[in-house]
C-alpha cells in the first residue's frame, strides 16, 4: 500500500485503540483499491472495528451527550488559533456548527480541513464545558468526513436566535435579541488582523440589569440615553461575565420614546444596590455588582507587590512566570474575604482603593517596610487595620474553581450607621429570643 496512506492509518489505529495497525491496513487496502473514495473508506473500516458505534446526537442534546458520540452538521464559521503547551505552539481550529436544531461551539484540535459551509459528520467527538458553554471537541481519536449538501440543515446562526431581557442573558447563549437603554458609549482604535478599526463600546441596560457591548460596526445617530432594539447580537463570555457583540449579522433599531418598554430617565438615574452576596454566589459572573459585608480576613499576597512590566502579572524576586528576569513594577493591593451573613465572596482592590481603605499611601506604606525591616509588615498593618471594617464594594464577579471573586472598580464605607444596622438585626430575630 502506498506510504501516503500511512497517517490515515495512524488516524484510524488510534480511534479504534486495540485493533492492529496491519489488520486496519489490509482493509484499508482493499477499498482503496476498488476505487472506494479515501474519507469513505476510512468511515467502512471505522464502522467494521468498532465494537459499538458511538451514537448519533443532535445539537440540542449535546448537553447530555455520552462520553463519545456521532454529530453531523454545517461547519458556519473557523478560524486557526495557537497556544503554547508545554513550551512547544499547537494550532487548533476553533468555530461554530449547526444541524437542524441548534448551534454550538467547537474546537478541533488537528487539522481536518474544515471550511465555512462544510457539511460534516464527526466520530468519537466528545463534549467539553467552556466558560460553562457546552463545546463539541474532537482530535485524535476523532474521524471527520465531509458529506454532501443537505438542505435539511440550515445555512445561517440566526435562526437560533432568543429573545431575552438583559438579566437573562447567560454563558448558555450564542445570539440574542432585547431591547435596552444605551447608557454608557465611547470610541476605541484597534488593530484586528493587522488593520486599524475603530469600534464601539458601551453599557446597554434595561429594567432589569445592564451588560457591556462592543460594536464591530457603525451604530449612526445611537448616543448615551437613546433606546435600541437589537437582533442576532453574540454573547462573548469573560470571566463568567457575559458580553453582548454587534456583528454585520446583528440588526439594530432606534426605538421612539412611545415604543420603548420602560422608563429612560429611571434607567438612566438609576444607581445600583446591594445585593446579598449569596446571589452573587449563584451567578458564574456578575455586570457591575453591588455587595455590603464585614471583611472577616485579608489575605496573603496583599500589601507592597511587585508586577511584571510586559504582562502586570505579580512577580517574586523579580522573576516572571511568563518572561523570566524583569525589573519589576511597584504596587499596591489588597486581597480581602467580604462576609453579609448570606455568604462570602474574595475582593480585590487595586492601588487607588487600597490607599483609600487603608488610609495610607504606597510612599508611607513603604517606610513601613523600612522603619520595620520585614517585607511582611505592611500585609501585617492591613490586617489589623482591615478586618471587621464593614464595606461596600461595586464591581465584576467572576466564578473558579477557587471561589467567586468580585474586582473592586469602586468602594466606600456606607452610611448607615451602627445603631441601625443593629436595630435591623434585631427585628429579624425571632420573639422569644
Same mark, same amino acid.
Given at each position: 500500500?502506498?506510504d501516503?496512506?500511512a497517517?490515515?492509518?495512524?488516524?484510524?489505529?488510534?480511534?479504534? @485503540?486495540?485493533?492492529?495497525?496491519?489488520?486496519?491496513?489490509?482493509?484499508?487496502?482493499?477499498l482503496? +483499491?476498488?476505487?472506494?473514495?479515501?474519507?469513505?473508506?476510512?468511515?467502512?473500516?471505522?464502522?467494521?472495528?468498532?465494537?459499538?458505534?458511538? %451514537?448519533?446526537?443532535?445539537?440540542?442534546?449535546?448537553?447530555?451527550?455520552?462520553?463519545?458520540?456521532?454529530?453531523?452538521?454545517?461547519?458556519?464559521?473557523?478560524?486557526?488559533?495557537?497556544?503554547?503547551?508545554?513550551?512547544?505552539? &499547537?494550532?487548533? *481550529?476553533s468555530?461554530?456548527?449547526?444541524?437542524?436544531?441548534?448551534?454550538?461551539?467547537?474546537?478541533?484540535?488537528?487539522?481536518?480541513?474544515?471550511?465555512?459551509g462544510?457539511?460534516?459528520?464527526?466520530?468519537?467527538? *466528545?463534549?467539553?464545558?467552556?466558560?460553562?458553554? %457546552?463545546?463539541?471537541?474532537?482530535?485524535q481519536?476523532?474521524?471527520?468526513?465531509k458529506?454532501?449538501e443537505?438542505? =435539511?440543515?440550515?445555512r445561517?446562526?440566526?435562526?437560533?436566535?432568543?429573545?431575552?431581557?438583559?438579566?437573562?442573558?447567560?454563558s448558555?447563549?450564542?445570539? &440574542?435579541?432585547?431591547?435596552?437603554? /444605551?447608557t454608557?458609549?465611547?470610541?476605541?482604535? /484597534?488593530?484586528?488582523?493587522?488593520?486599524?478599526?475603530?469600534?464601539?463600546?458601551?453599557?446597554?441596560?434595561?429594567?432589569?440589569?445592564?451588560?457591556?457591548?462592543?460594536?464591530?460596526v457603525?451604530?449612526?445617530?445611537?448616543?448615551?440615553?437613546?433606546?435600541?432594539?437589537?437582533?442576532?447580537?453574540?454573547?462573548?463570555?469573560?470571566?463568567?461575565? %457575559?458580553?453582548?457583540?454587534?456583528?454585520?449579522?446583528?440588526?439594530?433599531?432606534?426605538?421612539?420614546?412611545?415604543?420603548?418598554?420602560?422608563?429612560?430617565?429611571?434607567?438612566?438615574?438609576?444607581?445600583?444596590?446591594?445585593?446579598?452576596?449569596?446571589?452573587?454566589?449563584?451567578k458564574?459572573?456578575?455586570?457591575?455588582?453591588?455587595?455590603?459585608?464585614?471583611?472577616i480576613?485579608?489575605?496573603? $499576597?496583599?500589601?507592597?507587590?511587585?508586577?511584571?512590566?510586559?504582562?502586570?502579572r505579580?512577580v517574586?524576586?523579580?522573576?516572571? +512566570?511568563?518572561?523570566g528576569?524583569?525589573?519589576?513594577?511597584?504596587?499596591?493591593?489588597?486581597?480581602?474575604?467580604l462576609?453579609?451573613g448570606? $455568604?462570602?465572596?474574595?475582593?480585590?482592590?487595586?492601588?487607588?482603593?487600597s490607599?483609600?481603605?487603608?488610609?495610607?499611601?504606597?510612599?508611607?506604606?513603604?517606610?513601613?517596610?523600612?522603619?520595620?525591616l520585614?517585607? @511582611?509588615?505592611?500585609?501585617?498593618?492591613?490586617?489589623r487595620?482591615l478586618?471587621?471594617?464593614?464595606?461596600?464594594? +461595586? $464591581?465584576?464577579? =467572576?466564578?473558579?474553581?477557587f471561589?467567586?471573586?468580585? /474586582?473592586?472598580?469602586?468602594?466606600?464605607?456606607?452610611?448607615?450607621?451602627l445603631?441601625?444596622r443593629?436595630?435591623?438585626?434585631?427585628?429579624?430575630?425571632?420573639?422569644? &429570643?
Amino acid at each position: 500500500m502506498n506510504d501516503k496512506y500511512a497517517p490515515h492509518i495512524e488516524e484510524l489505529a488510534k480511534a479504534l @485503540d486495540g485493533i492492529d495497525h496491519d489488520d486496519i491496513k489490509i482493509e484499508l487496502d482493499k477499498l482503496i +483499491r476498488f476505487r472506494v473514495p479515501l474519507e469513505e473508506a476510512k468511515r467502512t473500516v471505522l464502522n467494521k472495528f468498532s465494537s459499538k458505534e458511538a %451514537p448519533e446526537i443532535k445539537i440540542k442534546d449535546i448537553s447530555n451527550a455520552p462520553k463519545s458520540f456521532t454529530l453531523k452538521g454545517r461547519i458556519t464559521s473557523v478560524e486557526k488559533r495557537n497556544f503554547v503547551l508545554k513550551g512547544e505552539t &499547537v494550532d487548533l *481550529y476553533s468555530g461554530k456548527i449547526l444541524d437542524e436544531t441548534g448551534v454550538c461551539l467547537f474546537t478541533a484540535w488537528n487539522d481536518f480541513c474544515l471550511n465555512e459551509g462544510d457539511i460534516i459528520r464527526v466520530h468519537h467527538a *466528545y463534549m467539553k464545558l467552556w466558560n460553562n458553554r %457546552p463545546e463539541l471537541n474532537f482530535g485524535q481519536r476523532s474521524i471527520v468526513e465531509k458529506l454532501p449538501e443537505d438542505p =435539511s440543515i440550515p445555512r445561517t446562526e440566526q435562526l437560533f436566535t432568543q429573545t431575552k431581557k438583559i438579566i437573562e442573558i447567560n454563558s448558555s447563549d450564542l445570539l &440574542v435579541s432585547s431591547q435596552g437603554i /444605551v447608557t454608557e458609549m465611547y470610541h476605541r482604535d /484597534v488593530t484586528v488582523k493587522g488593520k486599524d478599526t475603530t469600534i464601539i463600546e458601551g453599557v446597554i441596560a434595561d429594567e432589569t440589569g445592564k451588560l457591556p457591548f462592543t460594536s464591530w460596526v457603525p451604530m449612526d445617530g445611537v448616543d448615551i440615553g437613546n433606546a435600541i432594539s437589537f437582533k442576532a447580537a453574540h454573547v462573548r463570555i469573560f470571566r463568567g461575565i %457575559p458580553s453582548l457583540n454587534f456583528t454585520h449579522e446583528t440588526s439594530w433599531e432606534l426605538l421612539p420614546d412611545n415604543k420603548c418598554p420602560f422608563s429612560k430617565n429611571k434607567i438612566m438615574t438609576h444607581e445600583p444596590t446591594s445585593i446579598p452576596i449569596a446571589s452573587v454566589l449563584e451567578k458564574n459572573g456578575l455586570f457591575d455588582a453591588v455587595v455590603t459585608g464585614n471583611i472577616i480576613s485579608v489575605r496573603p $499576597g496583599s500589601g507592597l507587590i511587585e508586577r511584571c512590566p510586559v504582562c502586570n502579572r505579580v512577580v517574586q524576586n523579580n522573576v516572571c +512566570r511568563a518572561h523570566g528576569t524583569v525589573e519589576g513594577v511597584k504596587d499596591m493591593r489588597i486581597k480581602a474575604i467580604l462576609d453579609d451573613g448570606t $455568604g462570602a465572596v474574595y475582593i480585590m482592590l487595586n492601588r487607588e482603593l487600597s490607599e483609600t481603605i487603608y488610609g495610607r499611601s504606597m510612599d508611607e506604606a513603604e517606610n513601613i517596610i523600612k522603619l520595620s525591616l520585614s517585607k @511582611d509588615a505592611v500585609y501585617e498593618s492591613m490586617k489589623r487595620s482591615l478586618i471587621g471594617t464593614y464595606l461596600t464594594v +461595586r $464591581g465584576n464577579s =467572576s466564578k473558579s474553581e477557587f471561589g467567586t471573586t468580585i /474586582v473592586a472598580r469602586s468602594v466606600w464605607v456606607p452610611e448607615d450607621d451602627l445603631l441601625s444596622r443593629l436595630e435591623s438585626l434585631l427585628l429579624k430575630l425571632p420573639e422569644d &429570643v
